[in-house]
């Protein structure tokens, strides 16, 4: 575990991940398959983080900067666009996107920082 997870979790927490407080074995098809989905966000994270890592060595080594708005405004209208195509509310999307954004200009630019110290 990192250091970020393991702030999550309390030794002295005694918690039965296996089930849950409802009962309900309807309901254990369906939350079955949105662990599988989430499984699979948190593995496409670890690929996107992986591409922005390299975008940023990329940036620190040419001298870019971390932060690029005319993308990140296209991004966002698309990223828009498609949670319209979804069916889902853009707003919602967009924050976690924005998370996502804020993490990879920290990560950038601590890139940048080694970077220049080395």
Known sequence: MSDDTEDLWDDDDDIDLSGSVEDDTSLTPLRMQIDE??????GLL???FSLTREVGQIKADTGLPSQDPTRESHQRLRLALLADEQGIDAATVLRVFDLIRERVVEEHDAIKDESSQA
């Open 46 to 48: 670890g690929q996107r």
């Open 37 to 42: 989905v989430d499984a699979k966000i948190v």
